[in-house]
C-alpha cells in the first residue's frame, strides 16, 4: 500500500487551502461581518476562545438550528456532524426537551431548593448507569473537580492518576502530559497554579504495568479515566485492560472514577452498562441537558457513607463542592426529558446504525484510494484517521495529528454544507440524520480525497 502522507504533495495542499479559504469567504460575507464588529468587543471575534479553532478564518456564525442542521447568518444549511462537541447530542432544540424547558421557565428557574425532577432524574440515572448516589453541577469539569476533591478528602491522599492526553475539562490537576520521559504541563496550558506533576501521575493507556507501577505507592486518591479515550481521537482499550484497572485500583484502596461525558455515545448506559464496569464515582455532562447546561456525578453506596463520615455539614457551602446554581430547576427538567424522551434506546437504535454506515462509506474512499488511514466507531461517534494503524494511547495519537490535512478536511467539508468536528476528524451522529446525510458526507469525503491525491 502507498503512504499517502509521505506521497501527499504538502505545495498542491497549501494551494487547495488557499482556495478553499477564498471560497468560504465568498460563501460568508454576513458572518464576516459580524466577525469583525465582535472584535471591537470580544477577544478575538468569539465569546468563547475554543471558536477561533475553525478552520475558516472566521466563524459561522449561526441564525437557527433544529435537529442534525442549523442554518447560518447567511442562509447556508448544514448537516452537522460536530453538535457542540457532544453538547447536542441529542440534535438541537430536540421538541420533548424543548417542552419540558420551556414549562419550566413559566414556573421557575432557580431557587437553590430541589423539585421534583431531581428525584426523577437520581432515580433514571440509579437504573441506568448502576450507582446508587447522585449530585448535581453545571458542567462536566466542575463535576470532575468535586470527585477529585471528594476522592482526596475520603482517602486522605494527595495525587490522581490520569492518561497522557486525556481531557476533563478545565480541571487543573489533569493538563499534564509526558515529553521525553518527564511529566510536566501539557503545551498550551494557561497559567497553571503548580507544576502538575505535584498533583498528578500521568502514564499511557493500556499500559498495565505503569498503571501497576503508579498506584503501588498508595498515594492515589482516584484513577480520572475515560473507558475509551475521545479527546485525542478515539482509542479503544485492549482487551483485559478494564478487568486490570479496576482490580488493580481496588487492590492499591484507589477509587475508580469513569467520566462518560463523550462515550455516553456508546448507549444509553454508556460504555459503564454497555461493557458492565464497576466504577466507584462517575461523571456525565454536556449532552444530558439536550443543550441546558448541567452534569452529574455518582457514586456507590461505599463512597457515600465514606463521605457523611467525613463530612461538615455546618461548612458544606464553602468546602469547594457544589455551587448556587447547580441542581436548578431548570436543568432538572432539561435533563428528566432528555433521559426520558430523548437520549433513550430508540435514539441509539437510529444513530448507531448510521455511524457504522459513515464508517463503511469511509472505508470504501480509503480502499479506492489505497491510502493507509482507518476509522474507528464508539457507538454513534466517528472518525479517520491519516496514519496505517490504530493508535493504542494518547502519545501515539498525538504523534499521528497532522494539523494542515485536518484543517483543509474540515474547510473542505465546510465548504460543501457539512460540519466536523473542529479538533479532529471526528462525527457524531444525532437522532433525524438521514441515510442520506450520511451518504452525502461520503460523496464529500471522496471529492476530497481526489483533490489531494486524484
Not at 494539523?403 to 454544507?417: I, K, P, Q, T, V
Amino acid at each position: 500500500m502507498t503512504d499517502g502522507i509521505t506521497r501527499l504533495d504538502r505545495g498542491r495542499l497549501a494551494g487547495l487551502l488557499l482556495a478553499e479559504e477564498e471560497l468560504f469567504e465568498r460563501r460568508h460575507p454576513r458572518s464576516q461581518d459580524l466577525f469583525e464588529r465582535a472584535k471591537e468587543h470580544l477577544l478575538d471575534g468569539v465569546p468563547m476562545n475554543w471558536m477561533t479553532r475553525w478552520a475558516g478564518p472566521y466563524p459561522v456564525f449561526v441564525a437557527d438550528a433544529a435537529g442534525p442542521y442549523f442554518t447560518c447568518v447567511d442562509g447556508i444549511r448544514y448537516l452537522d456532524f460536530c453538535l457542540g462537541d457532544t453538547g447536542a447530542m441529542t440534535g438541537h432544540s430536540p421538541p420533548a426537551s424543548v417542552a419540558a424547558i420551556a414549562e419550566q421557565l413559566r414556573r421557575g428557574i432557580t431557587m437553590m431548593l430541589p423539585t421534583e425532577d431531581a428525584v426523577l432524574v437520581a432515580e433514571e440515572l440509579s437504573a441506568r448507569f448502576g450507582l446508587p448516589f447522585w449530585q448535581v453541577a453545571m458542567t462536566a469539569t466542575d463535576a470532575n473537580r468535586f470527585v477529585i476533591r471528594l476522592a482526596r478528602h475520603i482517602t486522605r491522599r494527595p495525587k490522581i492518576l490520569v492518561f497522557d492526553w486525556c481531557y476533563h475539562g478545565t480541571v487543573d490537576e489533569t493538563f499534564i502530559t509526558v515529553t521525553d520521559g518527564v511529566a510536566g504541563p501539557r503545551p498550551g496550558n494557561i497559567g497553571p497554579p503548580v507544576d502538575p506533576s505535584l498533583t498528578t501521575k500521568v502514564i499511557q493507556f493500556n499500559d498495565i504495568a505503569a498503571l501497576e507501577e503508579a498506584l503501588a505507592p498508595g498515594d492515589v486518591a482516584c484513577v480520572l479515566a475515560e473507558p475509551a479515550m475521545t479527546n485525542i481521537g478515539i482509542i479503544h482499550p485492549d482487551p483485559g485492560y478494564h478487568e486490570a484497572l479496576r482490580k488493580i485500583t481496588r487492590r492499591t484502596g484507589t477509587l475508580l472514577v469513569i467520566d462518560e461525558t463523550h462515550t455516553i455515545c456508546t448507549g444509553p448506559g454508556g460504555y459503564t452498562r454497555t461493557h458492565g464496569l464497576d466504577p466507584d464515582l462517575f461523571v456525565l455532562g454536556k449532552p444530558i441537558g439536550s443543550g441546558i447546561p448541567c452534569a452529574v456525578y455518582g457514586f456507590t453506596a461505599d463512597v457515600a457513607e465514606r463521605i457523611r463520615e467525613r463530612w461538615d455539614y455546618d461548612t458544606a457551602d464553602v468546602g469547594g463542592i457544589g455551587g448556587t446554581l447547580s441542581g436548578n430547576a431548570l436543568a432538572m427538567a432539561a435533563m428528566r426529558a432528555t433521559l426520558r424522551d430523548v437520549l433513550n434506546d430508540a435514539a441509539y437504535a437510529e444513530t448507531i446504525p448510521l455511524a457504522e454506515r459513515f464508517n463503511a462509506g469511509v472505508e470504501g474512499v480509503i480502499a479506492e484510494f489505497g491510502l493507509p488511514w482507518i476509522v474507528k466507531r464508539l457507538g454513534c461517534r466517528t472518525e479517520y484517521w491519516f496514519r496505517p494503524e490504530p493508535p493504542r494511547n494518547g502519545a501515539e495519537a498525538a504523534a499521528a495529528v497532522d494539523e494542515e490535512l485536518d484543517r483543509y478536511m474540515h474547510l473542505f467539508a465546510l465548504n460543501r454544507d457539512i460540519l466536523m468536528t473542529p479538533f479532529h476528524n471526528m462525527a457524531l451522529i444525532a437522532p433525524g440524520t438521514t441515510e442520506t446525510d450520511v451518504d452525502r458526507h461520503t460523496e464529500v469525503f471522496r471529492e476530497a480525497v481526489r483533490s489531494l491525491y486524484g
